[in-house]
């Protein structure tokens, strides 16, 4: 089964890993024009928010 853990990064995007490896980003700013994916526009904007991670139980 594989391992999935998703890591809110300091003020970025939530970033899905499957086995140790990304699948994706997702928007946490709420301002990306590619939601539901991260475009980086959380830079721009100045998204401020703690990292977190969060096991996810299969």
């Not at 590619?34 to 990292?51: E, L, M, S």
């Amino acid at each position: 089964m594989p391992s999935v853990v998703i890591k809110s990064t300091e003020n970025g995007p939530n970033v899905i890993m499957v086995d140790g490896k990304t699948l994706t980003a997702l928007c946490r700013c709420g301002q990306s024009s590619k939601k539901p994916y991260c475009d980086g526009t959380h830079r721009k904007v100045g998204f401020q928010a703690a990292a977190a991670e969060v096991p996810v139980l299969s």
